[in-house]
């Protein structure tokens, strides 16, 4: 390595002494060292750490000194992360990936043991427990036998995975979700290897790994194919990003929880925009604030649209590390480097310099909940029966809004909301559940869930909820009988706090027995519905309501039944299970009565500021943290009993309905092919804006008619064992048919019509796009998605970009894309165009039946080159040009050579 600034250094702390290459050394020679942003900081220790004169360039630690809030990034850095996250759903495919190219490294010369971790990979099996079972005390028990019987393959392979791989560690089902054992346990925040230190940072196969932000280490979420890219010891190529500041004063009002903070910042920063920026927050207020809630607020950076939303290390972090149970000379070396490198926030230090600011008052915040589509789309308490009566127009209504605020895909342009009879507003569907009978409309809550890392994370609105149903089992409260209600923590530390303060019986009271330890109703693996209410909601056609303590409510995602789904803090998921339906004003309408027949109401029972703090000083302890956390990477008996695999390459079994060798690699070249323009292409989808990555490819329930369910049952697979599609991401069959897939998708080549449906243009034939896609590929013909704005938004799903390539699509033009899924689409192969500003297919009055050619791929094709596009239909030729949203020129690197991966096996092929 090279040290051409001179700033490697000596650092002592106690009896030891570490190597460290000094900002505060660099400030001397370059005082604007000193009023970068403290994330900013970090990229440049990373630089000069990493500086090699050819990958990192003396040249690049100048760009860095020289940084221009104000200007449009267009400085290329690498970024070297110390080690990488990852979660089951997106861990499984890059670990399948990895064991596919052991095999290709072979076959082309090199050899297969150099695919192996080069950074630290820990993955944390979090998605895959289902709620089946709830509400009776052995719940946990049976989801997570269920949960081993759906998953053993994929299972096996991880244990084949941790024993095959160096430096890659698994932590085994029903431990906690990745984010909250990142907060937790895994995260070091000062970083060492050998004798030299520096910051902790990371990157994540998923987009809220932005969580460990709040505690001061810089990661975010990447797609697969980037991370498994930093696992192999490629640097993660990235434009030095415009800061925006948060200035947070004052204190929260008694009532309000860091929930309702982060869903108004949620909504604050995407008015703002904030897309590809770093946000750092600062300000008097952060005092104030706990680490758990400046966790809670980290998290959500993916749902305002930040690449990160970092708090600096200051005491509080320190206090966090403690309280957790890390050892005293981690917190030690912490604060000594932080403070020797000016990555310690002072309170009366100078403000940073940022790109843009802008501030909010603690003392506002009310409570809130945000849907019934969008996280951003926040809701006071007070206004949730208007505004749930509004939205179940829209939703009823036959002309309802298709504009820029629906989700998946709809119109650019908004239609007006057309009438919607009494009656069909006020219809209800008798149900009769065991000896039970009521009538259920629409705004039922059916789903009322404590789960996700954003939220359970957090002592105090956890310790909030219990005491919350501890008054409402005092008052004679119960949940209504058609609220299917959960707790799955993120940790076992929860349960042990819980249990030991005595308010898990009441908890258990109203429903809320933990289930499991996972993602769950967050990431739609909330399970069936009972039969009655199901039943009822398809007979009503019922909008019906899930209330959950997530990060996500996108259509569609929760649950299949479900249409508005809301966020919302644990205390308030547990009011509106007892509530039963969210058209209720609770400020002045009862959640039920007591035994003598009084009205009871929410402030009857909402827990104070000063009720929630002794139980958490009596009742949360480090020793909770060390004891859960010890033996964590061993897993229980279930986990125990699974074999392992022996041999440093994998034995795929052909009969494998989960885990498939992959075809990326296949016959691969040694040098790529000539980049080629696109021509004769036809549209696969039409689609509008906000498409998710959720809508491209889904993570939860495979439909019973769907292409992937063909090829299931076809393989011998009962539809009771189907799973879902991210259990079953391990195989690229079920996957590239489920691409597109998604219930709620609205592709505009069929009007009127959701799900994975799309028209063979040449036949005029409805069909799959599945099918299409198959019959266009077997004629030769390339294939475009177009689409509008904020396309490829929401979770950092690396198959959204590998099915989407092996669908055949060689390009997407869309009015503008979310972060991670441009880059990955990148890393497939696949280019991401974008319409100049102010046009989109409806501008160019483009219908998805023309033929298209993109030329100016094959010669000079370069960063943000604009291509020209033709497209030739009924009405004759139109022609108008695009930005290839190929953004750096480590990525056009990737894009010549058909996908990051091949880029990889080339290069160690090479080596």
Known sequence: MTDSFGTKSKLQVGSATYDYFSLSKLAKAHPSVDRLPFSLKVLLENLLRNEDGRVVKREHVE??????????????????????????FTGVPAVVDMAAMREALAAMGGDPAKINPRNPADLVIDHSVQIDSFATTASFKENAELEFERNRERYAFLRWGQSAFKGFGVVPPDIGICHQVNLEFLAQVTFRQGSTVYPDTLVGTDSHTTMINGLGVVGWGVGGIEAEAALLGQPITMLIPQVVGFKLFGQLPAGATATDLVLTVTQMLRKKGVVGK????????????????????????????????????????????????????VVALTEAYAKEQGLWLKADAQDPVFSDTLELDLS???????????????????????????????????????????????????????????????????????????????????????????????PAVLVGAGILAKKAVEKG????????????????????????????????????????????????????????????????????????SGNRNFEGRINPHVRMNYLASPPLVVAYALAGEVGLDLDTQPLGTDPNGREVFLKDIWPTNDEIK????????????????????????????????????????????????????????????????????????????????DHISPAGNIAKTSPAAKYLMAEGV????????????????????GTFANIRLKNLLVPGVEGGVTVHIPTRERMSIYDASMKYQA???????????????????????????????KAVISKSFERIHRSNLVGMGVLPLQFEAGQDAQSLGLTGHET????????????????????????????????CRIDTPNELDYYRHGGILQYVLRQLAKA
Not at 305 to 311: K, L, S, V
Not at 405 to 422: F, I, L, Q, T
Not at 530 to 538: G, K, M, Q, S, Y
Not at 718 to 737: I, L, Q, T
Request: aromatic share 8%; hydrophobic share 35%.
């Open 278 to 329: 770093f946000v750092e927050f600062y300000g008097s207020g952060l005092k104030g604030l706990s680490l758990p809630d400046r966790a809670t607020i980290a998290n959500m950076a993916p749902e305002y649209g930040a690449t990160i939303g970092f708090f600096p290390v200051d005491e509080e972090s320190l206090n966090y590390l403690r309280f957790t149970g890390r050892p005293e000379a």
């Open 364 to 458: 506002t915040v009310v409570p809130s909940l945000a849907g019934p589509k969008r996280p951003q789309d926040r809701v006071p308490l007070k206004d949730m029966k208007s505004g749930y009566e509004k939205s179940l127009v829209e939703m009823l209504s036959a002309g309802k809004s298709k504009g820029e605020d629906d989700e998946g895909g709809g119109k650019a342009k908004a239609a007006p909301a057309a009438e919607v009879p009494a009656e069909r507003l006020a219809q209800s569907v008798t149900v009769k559940q065991g000896r039970q009978s009521y009538q259920l409309g629409h705004g039922a809550v059916v789903i009322a869930s404590i789960t996700s890392c954003t939220n359970t994370s957090n």
């Open 614 to 693: 002794a139980v958490i000083r009596a009742s949360v302890k480090p020793e909770q943290f060390r004891s859960q956390y010890a033996n964590a990477m061993e897993g229980d008996a279930l986990w125990q009993q699974l074999p392992v695999g022996k041999g440093s390459t994998f034995q795929w079994d052909e009969k494998s309905t989960y885990v498939r060798k992959p075809p990326f690699f296949e016959n691969l070249p040694k040098e790529p092919k000539a980049t080629q323009d696109i021509k004769g292409a036809r549209v696969l989808a039409l689609l509008g804006d906000s498409v998710t990555t």
């Open 852 to 883: 298209f050619e993109i030329t100016g791929i094959a010669q000079d094709l370069a960063p943000q080159k604009k291509l020209t596009v033709k497209a030739t239909g009924e009405g004759g030729e139109k022609s108008f040009t695009v930005v």
């Open 63 to 88: 760009k860095m000194l020289a940084w221009d809030p104000k200007a449009t990034p267009d400085v290329e850095i690498s970024f070297h992360p110390a080690r990488v996250l990852l979660q089951d």
């Open 779 to 809: 004629d030769g013909t390339p294939l475009v998605v177009l689409a509008g704005a904020e396309y490829g938004t929401g979770s950092s799903r690396d198959w959204a970009a590998k099915g989407t390539q092996l669908l055949g699509v």
């Open 718 to 737: 009962e539809p009771k064992d189907f799973n879902s599609y991210g259990a079953r991401r391990g195989n690229h069959e079920v996957m590239v048919r």
């Open 477 to 548: 409260l119960n949940p209504k009988p058609w609220v299917k209600t959960s707790l799955a923590p993120g940790s076992r530390v929860v349960t042990e706090y819980l249990r030991d303060s005595g308010l898990l019986p009441y908890l258990e009271a109203v429903g809320f027995h933990v289930v499991g330890y996972g993602c769950t109703t967050c990431i739609g693996n909330s399970g069936p519905l009972t039969e009655p209410v199901a039943n009822a909601v398809v007979e009503g056609d019922l909008v019906v309501a899930a209330v959950l």
